[in-house]
Each structure stands twice: as structure tokens, then as C-alpha cells.
């Protein structure tokens, strides 16, 4: 058989000449302030308030007591602050410990449009260490944000299959995230930012196995950490591929059975993907919280002890069994993936907040009696953010409650009362009431900040 002559296409790496990483960064470096509509301008604030909320709620979970010591060890020249912990160390290491703090109570914002992101606990974890070391203003801050979710949520719209791979997303489209939000604060060019995405891109890392465990924020960490670093190499002339996104070999293809890349560009400029961000009322996996509005309800309705219940009857969508269909979760960590632990709680309590996912709740009676009564059911008709369920007492009463669309997404979305009453909650314990309030009213009015570390001061 007579051997045919290798054509340039056949590397691996060969240009396509889609320009989409070219053209993402060229607009990630050339939009402005002014350039912003005021939704996303006001999403930016309530993701700031939301996330730095949950940084300092998580910032004591026994998971910091274990990350930082070894991170001090590791750490070079001080230079950010470790929220709610009064230490400062190297800007990737304190990037890591926020990033994680910030996701540990899987209590941060989530994107879920096309993705499911968990963009804010990697962009912010960056840029504020970013910030902290060489000052800016909040409506940089504001933009770096929006060039975070941006580049993160269009790079995972471009891989459709990435999470059904088993990757997790805040790990790896983080990584992009928070590379163009640090680009994008420390002023790059069109060409570094190309470099920086591409950078980030090549350290995308995060798998799902290791939901339950310390790991998973873990991935939110790292994320953070290497956006920064990936935004400082291209600063300083450090290249990388100008097909990240695209190329024969770029994330769209290895990290997805099917590519999209022209997802990456729908509407740029048009369509800000902050505006879509979701929050979330409730400390656990985002797929868990339209049966979590269903057994509140329920609850509220009808509060019945265990020994009364027959059984409770769950109909949910394919995913929220998928991702959380841990039966006997022996952990608080567990627990926050455990759809028969959050349906019990959220019932008894009315609530699946911080307290609802302790190791001690993991392991209540009370909880433990329900939980084996519950009985979940896929339906194949049900949104993502669709639920219902039926409590049946042992007499064959029973009670319905059905959620077209959860709290805390775009359809039903969090006031921003709500957003603030949990940002009260969540940091008046670590901070104080009077700072909390502080730390409110800065970010509020976060387009008028002179300068962020007066902010970063607040949550150190």
C-alpha cells in the first residue's frame, strides 16, 4: 500500500482560522464601563454581596483549618487577605483559601445557562486578591466580573456535554473564568488576554467524583489561583495558544463529545451572561433546590412528625437524582448531595440553610426516620427547575405541593432583600452586625468605590 504525505492539517494542533478565542479576547479587552447595561451592573452587586456573604460564612468550616496551614507553609510574599480569618498571604495561595471559603458551603451563586457554574466564588476569589495588591476602582471591579462570567459561561456553551463527562464545571470553566476577570482588571490587551484565556484554559481541572468532600471547593480554589496566575504570565509575555477554545485540540472538543464554538460568540455584546446568574436560598447542590421549595411548602402547610408520614412522594427532574442521589450521606459535606437528606430537612425544618448540613443534622433521628420514607421519582416532563412532592400521613391523607421554577433562578429569582437577608446571615456571626452592615452599604454602591481595598479591609 503506497504511504500518503502528511498534510499540515493533519497536526494536531493546526489553525481551523475560527478566530473565536481571538475575537472572545479582543472584546473581553475592549469593552467599558459604559459599554454595561444596568442589569448587569446591578447583578455585579448583588453577586458581590451574595458571594462575599458566603467567603465569610465558610471561611471557619473545618476545611480552612486543614488548607491553611499548608498554604502559610507554601506562601511567599504577603500581599491578600485570607476573609475573615485576620491573615495575608501570597496572591495565589490567598486566591486558593477564598475561592474555596467562598464555595465551600455550596451556598454561591450558579449559572445555569447551559452550564453550571459557580462563577463567583473563582472570579471574585481572584480579582480581589489582584485588587488588594494593586488597588482599582469598583466599576473595574464591576467589569472584571463581567468579563469573568463572559468568558467562563460561553467557553462551557461551547462544550454541551463537558458536565455529563463527569467534569465539574466551577473547576474548569472557572479557571477561564477567573483568568479573563484578572485579565480584564490588570488592563490587558486583546493579545494578552488571548494568552490569559489560553493559560487558564490549560490548567482547567475539577471532576465530580469528589462531591461530598473537601475536594470540591477545592476545584473553586484552584480555579481562582490559577486565573491569577495565568493573567500575571501573559502580563508578562507568557503565550499560549490562539485556538484554546476552538482548535482541533481546544476545549470545546476534548472536553465535550460535541463542539460549539460558535457558541462562544452568539450575541456578544448583546446577551451579558451576568445577567442570568442564579443565587441560591439554600446550602447544597442547585439541582436540589425545587424539591427543597416543595418540602418548605409542604412543611409550612402541614407539619407532620416522622412516625405520622407514611411516605413522601418526590417527582423531580433526571438530574437532581443524577448529581444528588446519595442515600445515606455520613457527612454535612455529603449531605448537601443527598436529595432524600435535603427533602427531610428542608420538611422539619422549613429551612436548608448552613445549619440544615452539619455533621450533627447528618446523623439526627428525626432525620434519619424521614429520610427512609422519602421515595423519589425522575419525571421525564420536568424541567430542570421543576418539582413537586406528596406527603402521605399513614391514614392515606395527602398533601401536594408542585414548583414550576425554583427560587433563586432566573424565572423566580431572589430579591434583592432576600439577597441581603442572607448575606446578614451568613456573615453577622464572623464580622459582627455593625460591620455586615458596613460591608452592605459599600457594595451597594459599588460603582461609586473609589477604592476596593477600603471593601477588602472590611472582610479581612
Known amino acids: 500500500m503506497a504511504l500518503q504525505p502528511a498534510s499540515k492539517a493533519d497536526y494536531g494542533a493546526a489553525s481551523l482560522g475560527l478566530n473565536v478565542t481571538r475575537d472572545l479576547a479582543a472584546f473581553l479587552a475592549r469593552f467599558r464601563y459604559a459599554d454595561l447595561p444596568e442589569a448587569a451592573i446591578h447583578e455585579a452587586r448583588r453577586s458581590v454581596l451574595d458571594w462575599i456573604g458566603c467567603a465569610l460564612a465558610g471561611c471557619r468550616h473545618p476545611t480552612l483549618d486543614r488548607l491553611l496551614p499548608v498554604l502559610e507553609a507554601l506562601s511567599g510574599k504577603p500581599q491578600a487577605s485570607v476573609f475573615g480569618r485576620g491573615l495575608r498571604l501570597g496572591l495565589l495561595e490567598a486566591a486558593l483559601a477564598n475561592g474555596q471559603a467562598g464555595h465551600v458551603l455550596d451556598y454561591d451563586d450558579t449559572h445555569m445557562g447551559g452550564v453550571v457554574l459557580h462563577a463567583s466564588s473563582p472570579i471574585l476569589a481572584a480579582v480581589l486578591a489582584l485588587a488588594e495588591r494593586d488597588g ?67 490548567q482547567a481541572a475539577g471532576m465530580q467524583q469528589h462531591r461530598g468532600t473537601m475536594c470540591k471547593s477545592f476545584h473553586a480554589g484552584k480555579a481562582a489561583s490559577n486565573g491569577v496566575l495565568a493573567a500575571l504570565l501573559a502580563q508578562g509575555g507568557f503565550d499560549s495558544s490562539q485556538e484554546t477554545i476552538e482548535g482541533k485540540r481546544g476545549f470545546a472538543r476534548i472536553y465535550s463529545r460535541t463542539a460549539m464554538p460558535e457558541a462562544v460568540l452568539d450575541r456578544l455584546g448583546e446577551r451579558w451572561e451576568i445577567t442570568r446568574n442564579g443565587h441560591k436560598p439554600y446550602a447544597c447542590g442547585v439541582v436540589l433546590h425545587p424539591i427543597l421549595d416543595a418540602m418548605v411548602a409542604l412543611g409550612e402547610r402541614r407539619a407532620l412528625a416522622p412516625a405520622d408520614i407514611a411516605k413522601v412522594e418526590a417527582r423531580v427532574h433526571e438530574m437532581a437524582v443524577r448529581i444528588t442521589g446519595l442515600g445515606d450521606p455520613a457527612t454535612g459535606l455529603q449531605s448537601k448531595f443527598s436529595i432524600y437528606h435535603a427533602a427531610a430537612v428542608a420538611y422539619l425544618d422549613r429551612a436548608a440553610a448552613v445549619a440544615q448540613f452539619t455533621d450533627a443534622r447528618a446523623a439526627a433521628p428525626d432525620v434519619l426516620a424521614l429520610r427512609g420514607k422519602i421515595e423519589v421519582t425522575v419525571d421525564p416532563d420536568f424541567a430542570k427547575d421543576e418539582a413537586a412532592a406528596v406527603v402521605v400521613t399513614a391514614s392515606g391523607e395527602r398533601t401536594v405541593a408542585h414548583i414550576p421554577h425554583a427560587s433563586g433562578t432566573v424565572a423566580n429569582p431572589m430579591s434583592d432583600g432576600a439577597i441581603e437577608n442572607k448575606f446578614f446571615a451568613n456573615t453577622t456571626q464572623t464580622v459582627g452586625a455593625e460591620r455586615a452592615r458596613q460591608i452592605a452599604a459599600m457594595i451597594w454602591k459599588l460603582d461609586k468605590l473609589d477604592d476596593v481595598r477600603d471593601l477588602i479591609k472590611l472582610c479581612g
Open 136 to 202: 482599582c476602582d469598583g466599576r473595574t471591579l464591576i467589569c472584571a466580573m463581567v468579563a469573568g462570567f463572559e468568558a467562563g459561561v460561553r467557553a462551557g456553551q461551547s462544550a454541551p456535554d463537558h458536565h455529563d463527562g463527569g467534569w465539574h464545571l466551577t473547576g474548569t470553566l472557572g479557571s477561564i473564568a477567573a483568568g479573563a476577570a484578572c485579565a480584564k482588571l490588570l488592563a490587558l490587551d486583546a493579545q494578552q488576554t488571548a494568552y490569559a484565556l489560553g493559560i487558564a484554559a490549560t
